[in-house]
């Protein structure tokens, strides 16, 4: 039984391997490529690079970054940051969790959003902040919720 | 056009209020009138980073009249094109008015002129994506300088004698920290720029690397010459993405130029950085965290000493730095360490960014002299607090950091003084409140936050903060006992005395700072089982309304979310007190101001007999 193959991390690999001090750097780009971390890809990553599967694990379990589970379509980052929640982020917490019936961490039955929170995003002065994949929604209310989430759902299934 | 420029602010405020529609307006406008062709339209419409005030974005700036225009709609812009750029003409109706007049220059806000800017300088005047603009405000002047007429020793020397001090956190006077670097023994030495600024309500280093990123190599550079390094690291957060594109192409740019890389500017000296994105692991600010973090390991702190400067990166000396701290070698370098010593108080040399948010009405990031008290900051610079609401507290310095009341407003701030006063000077977040936020869920939220991020190594800080964050947790949802805050203030010194690295012995401090000045608000939650400030929802008094006040107009009857209120129309409504959440959306409907909480009407009673 053959180990699983994966030809189009071999550019990453490639590109970092014999180089000290790059694990992080290839999960980053490994993430940004598959979209999620899973075991068979990290036993591959372990071979290629001839990192210990443990540590592998220890690196990714350490970095809230890094995902083993996939993801949706697009990512909501709601920043609890001390601004944010100073300007009421939590109620936007509360509304998206509603509006989607999923908790933190969660996707949506449809696959389309990933709720997350996240740590301060550096937009302080707009807060309470949402962040659709790398884009900025400031100064939200619950209400602005369902118009920004409206946006993406078109646009997902566009895409499909 | 008259060489005209017109600066649209790219910082990630403006963007996300629509900058850039409107820069692409101004681009279409000038193009469609045949004002500039293709290639010169880059050169009249500028991209820059954070100008400062966020709060008026999307901002133009039109040189070289440095005319603000802030808060613009996309119609504005063929006003500003037809009237300002084509006539010269200052739009007037556009203009931002502050204390009932128009402000026309830029530099006349409230918001920058009382500013003092060295770390962030050219942002907000340069294209940060242009090695042109910095160096027409005299970019790599420095890095020259150093080169062609200084000694290592000499530039740590001038830096010494500035006293500047890391603005990242604990103060560290940066010329020592130099001087180590550079007396230790080693062919292999490293200088590493700290971009992890994780401290929720702090984005300085995000905005100096979005907006000029060459000063960040620039000062990189002389440090690795100072110290006998020729490679450097850039931490930088991984929720910074603008960060990370415009410092990847401004490093390029610099080896194009021969800033960077093999015998900078034709010297002997060779000097080439790499940036290291992290992976949101708030430890990793801690500087032998974040050593691990680029080794790729998990991001734990090693016990200190040995000191970076003589074991950090790969075992090997490293001086560490964070953002704004190397944002001001340059300027030292330029205009002399006494230029710079001569700013700010006695054991505090320079000026300080603060990034103010919360309940404030100027939000932003401003530059001001070490010695400026927080009135001056809060209520001269950034305005004062909206919504006529009172001014309660102020969070210094992040989860690390404490929280000051306003008997302290007119505290000079440097780190000494702070210290003091029970906060940091940390990175320099200010997070201001006003009085409907509840000090004890404050608290709670930091140590949320720290306890969280806690990596887990020391014992203290793992199962301490998660202790007192239960104490906490129990004090606001109204299960508080006698002898908690005994227990807070206890468990908090002995985490402090007691952790591995920075992060657990700052822990407390938010908790510590608050029983210090609001510890009245502790006893209401534990004693009367109340919240003053009507934010800790689970403690929080029902509503109620006067029957001889009330017109049974049903508008309550209608907001009520947990439909708590009952009352026939025309007559007088009753809240059960059982079901009421107290969220008073009713309190805000009621058009004769019926409805009151009892502890609030007994104080104002009391205020007005």
């Not at chain 1, 959003?113 to 740590?119: A, D, G, K, S």
């Not at chain 2, 129990?474 to 006698?482: K, L, P, Q, V, W």
Request: proline content about 5%; glycine content about 10%; charged content about 25%.
């Amino acid at each position: 039984m053959g180990a699983k193959k994966f030809p189009e991390l071999d550019p990453i690999i490639e590109k970092y391997r014999g180089k000290k001090g790059i694990l992080i750097p290839v999960l980053h780009e490994v993430q940004n490529r598959v979209g999620y971390l899973p075991d068979d890809i990290q036993k591959h990553i372990s071979r290629e690079l001839k990192v210990p599967l443990s540590k592998i694990t220890g690196v990714i379990s350490f970095y809230s970054f890094f995902t083993t589970e996939p993801q949706g379509d697009h990512t909501l980052g709601i920043c609890l940051g001390t601004a944010c929640y100073v300007k009421g982020a939590e109620d936007l917490v509360d509304e998206v969790k509603d509006q989607l019936d999923i908790s933190e961490g969660e996707t949506s039955a449809d696959g389309t959003f990933t709720l997350t929170v996240t740590r301060c995003v550096g937009t302080c002065s707009l807060a309470p902040v949402l962040m659709v994949d790398n884009k900025y929604y400031g100064n939200l209310t619950p209400a602005d919720i369902s118009g920004i989430l409206e946006k993406y759902q078109d646009s997902s299934q566009e895409g499909n | 056009m008259d060489n005209r420029e017109v600066l649209i602010c790219s910082g990630t405020g403006c963007l996300s209020s629509g900058a850039e529609e409107i820069e692409a307006r101004f681009r279409e406008e000038l193009k469609n009138k045949n004002l500039v062709d293709d290639i010169s339209v880059k050169k009249v419409v500028k991209k820059t980073g954070c100008v400062g005030p966020c709060s008026l974005g999307p901002i133009a700036i039109v040189k070289p009249e440095k005319t603000f225009y802030g808060k613009l709609d996309i119609e504005d812009v063929p006003v500003i094109v037809k009237e300002h750029l084509q006539e010269g003409k200052i739009v007037q109706e556009l203009l931002i008015e502050e204390d009932g007049k128009k402000v026309e220059e830029y530099t006349d806000l409230n918001f920058i002129k009382g500013q003092k800017q060295i770390a962030l300088k050219n942002i907000g005047e340069i294209d940060p994506s242009s090695i042109e603009d910095y160096l027409a405000q005299d970019g790599y002047q420095a890095l020259e300088k150093v080169l062609t007429e200084m000694t290592g020793e000499q530039v740590i020397q001038e830096i010494k004698d500035s006293g500047l001090r890391g603005r990242g956190g604990a103060g560290y006077p940066t010329g020592l920290k130099w001087e180590f670097t550079a007396n230790a023994e080693s062919d292999e030495k490293y200088v590493i720029c700290n971009a992890d600024e994780g401290d929720p309500g702090a984005f300085m280093d995000r905005s100096i690397i979005e907006g000029d990123p060459h000063k960040v190599i620039e000062s990189m550079t002389i440090t690795g010459y100072a110290v006998g390094a020729e490679r450097g690291y850039v931490y930088v957060r991984a929720e910074y993405p603008l960060a990370i594109e415009n410092l990847g192409s401004a490093l390029e740019t610099a080896r194009q130029e021969g800033y960077l890389g093999e015998n900078i500017l034709e010297s002997d000296f060779s000097f080439d950085i790499e940036i290291r994105v992290g992976a949101g692991a708030f430890v990793c600010g801690e500087e032998t965290a974040l050593i691990k973090s680029i080794e790729g390991e998990r991001g734990m702190p090693n016990p200190k000493p040995p000191y970076p400067a003589a074991k950090g990166l790969w075992g090997q000396p490293t001086v560490i730095n964070n953002v704004e701290t190397l944002s001001c070698v340059p300027e030292i370098i330029n205009l002399g360490s006494s230029w710079f010593a001569g700013i700010g108080t006695e054991s505090s040399k320079g000026s300080k960014v603060f990034a103010v948010a919360g309940d404030v009405r100027g939000t932003g990031l401003i530059e001001v002299p070490m010695g400026i008290t927080i009135r001056e900051v809060i209520f001269d610079v950034a305005g004062g607090i909206p919504d006529n609401k009172e001014f309660k507290a102020v969070q210094i310095g992040g989860p690390s950091g404490g929280t000051i009341p306003a008997q302290y407003l007119d505290l000079e701030i440097d780190y000494e003084s702070l210290d003091e006063a029970g906060a940091i000077m940390g990175s320099g977040g200010l997070v201001v409140m006003d009085e409907d936020n509840c000090m004890v869920d404050v608290a709670r939220f930091f140590l949320d936050f720290t306890q969280d991020e806690s990596c887990g190594k020391c014992p203290p800080c793992r199962i301490g903060t998660k202790r007192m964050l239960e104490i906490l947790e129990r004090i606001t949802s109204g299960e508080g006992e006698a002898g908690d805050i005994e227990l807070l203030e206890e468990l908090g010194e002995k985490i402090i005395e007691t952790s591995l690295c920075g992060l657990g012995q700052t822990a407390p401090n938010p908790v510590l700072s608050t029983i210090r000045f609001f510890r009245d608000e502790y006893e209401a939650h534990i004693n009367d089982k109340t919240c003053p400030a009507g934010r800790c929802t689970s403690l929080a008094e029902p509503y109620v309304i006067d029957p001889e006040l009330c017109i049974g107009c049903t508008q309550c009857v209608d907001v009520c979310p947990v439909d708590a209120i009952s009352g026939e129309k025309k007559e007088v409504h009753v809240i059960a007190e059982d079901i009421c959440i107290s969220c008073g959306a009713c309190e805000e409907v009621c058009p004769v101001d019926a409805i009151y909480q009892r502890s609030n009407k007994e104080e104002g009673d009391k205020n007005n007999g």
